[in-house]
């Protein structure tokens, strides 16, 4: 499908038909959602694709029984992991550094990233580093707490998900992005850390007749663009 029919056709679908997802639509939307940009390139997203029959009927529960969740031919559930920054500023030192960029890009990842990201000890002097600093110049002022953390890979971790949702659509399918989940139980079904997120919940499958709530709306245009 061409970019902009696919944004037009994505709609955020509650009932599915009992059309099967082919393991191949959803490998491509995978490849997809791990080419979405992201900060720092740290990667902290987790995609859990929810295959076993009696975890995917726990997180139906979890996901409060919506439509949109039982009638799915395929479940997802994106979350975040913070601390997987000490892997991929790792892998990244030893792999990802393009060549002639290293005396720019081995402090950034050896030294800046691991004092942003690590050191939660430190927040209170990172805030104070940063705000003293800002009163002389520009300087960004986050992150320096766990929630500023966790906002960085959260944000990230959405722009996956949209690509995960457009790469679905283009293929002929439907998806349905949800935050109507008892986050306790679906880190529990899924055995995460404490310090996981999760970001949302996708489901996936071909959209039947009613499952679009109707006509698609938008408040007034104006409302959101600002040119100044
Ligand atoms: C972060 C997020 C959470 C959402 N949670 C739910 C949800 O729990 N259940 C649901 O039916 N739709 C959910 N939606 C879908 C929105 O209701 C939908 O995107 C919005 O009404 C616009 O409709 P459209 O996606 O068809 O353009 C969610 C969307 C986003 C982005």
Same mark, same amino acid.
């Given at each position: 499908?061409?970019?902009?029919e696919?944004?037009?056709?994505?709609?955020?679908?509650?009932?599915? &038909?009992?059309k099967?997802?082919?393991?191949?639509?959803?490998?491509?939307?995978?490849?997809?959602?791990?080419?979405?940009?992201?900060s720092?390139?740290?990667?902290?997203?987790?995609?859990h694709?929810?295959?076993?029959?009696?975890?995917?009927?726990?997180?139906?529960?979890?996901?409060?029984?919506?439509?949109?969740?039982?009638?799915?031919?395929?479940?997802?559930?994106?979350?975040v992991?913070?601390?997987?920054?000490?892997?991929?500023?790792?892998?990244?030192l030893?792999?990802?550094?393009?060549?002639?960029?290293e005396?720019?890009?081995?402090?950034?990842?050896?030294?800046?990233?691991?004092?942003?990201?690590?050191?939660?000890?430190?927040?209170?002097?990172?805030?104070?580093?940063?705000?003293?600093?800002?009163?002389?110049?520009?300087?960004?002022?986050?992150?320096?707490?766990?929630r500023?953390r966790?906002?960085?890979?959260?944000? &990230?971790?959405?722009?996956?998900?949209?690509?995960?949702?457009?790469?679905?659509?283009?293929?002929?399918?439907?998806?349905?992005?949800?935050?109507?989940?008892?986050?306790?139980?679906?880190?529990k079904?899924?055995?995460?850390?404490?310090?996981?997120?999760?970001?949302?919940v996708? &489901?996936?499958?071909?959209?039947?007749?009613?499952?679009?709530?109707?006509?698609?709306?938008?408040?007034?245009?104006?409302?959101?663009?600002?040119?100044?």
């Amino acid at each position: 499908m061409e970019f902009f029919e696919v944004i037009k056709e994505r709609r955020s679908i509650r009932k599915y &038909s009992d059309k099967k997802v082919p393991n191949e639509v959803m490998n491509k939307a995978f490849d997809a959602a791990l080419l979405a940009p992201n900060s720092s390139n740290m990667q902290t997203w987790q995609f859990h694709w929810v295959r076993n029959e009696q975890k995917k009927t726990k997180l139906v529960a979890a996901c409060l029984n919506q439509g949109s969740a039982e009638s799915a031919q395929e479940l997802l559930v994106v979350s975040v992991r913070p601390l997987l920054w000490k892997k991929t500023s790792q892998d990244i030192l030893q792999h990802g550094i393009p060549a002639g960029l290293e005396k720019l890009m081995q402090p950034y990842y050896g030294k800046l990233i691991p004092f942003l990201y690590g050191f939660q000890i430190l927040a209170p002097f990172k805030w104070l580093i940063f705000n003293s600093v800002g009163i002389l110049r520009p300087t960004p002022r986050k992150p320096w707490s766990l929630r500023d953390r966790e906002e960085t890979c959260i944000k &990230s971790a959405a722009l996956a998900c949209q690509n995960f949702m457009l790469a679905v659509t283009a293929q002929g399918f439907d998806t349905c992005p949800m935050e109507g989940f008892d986050e306790f139980r679906v880190k529990k079904i899924l055995d995460l850390k404490r310090s996981d997120r999760i970001v949302m919940v996708i &489901s996936v499958g071909e959209r039947v007749d009613r499952g679009v709530w109707g006509e698609r709306y938008r408040s007034p245009r104006e409302w959101f663009i600002h040119e100044i």
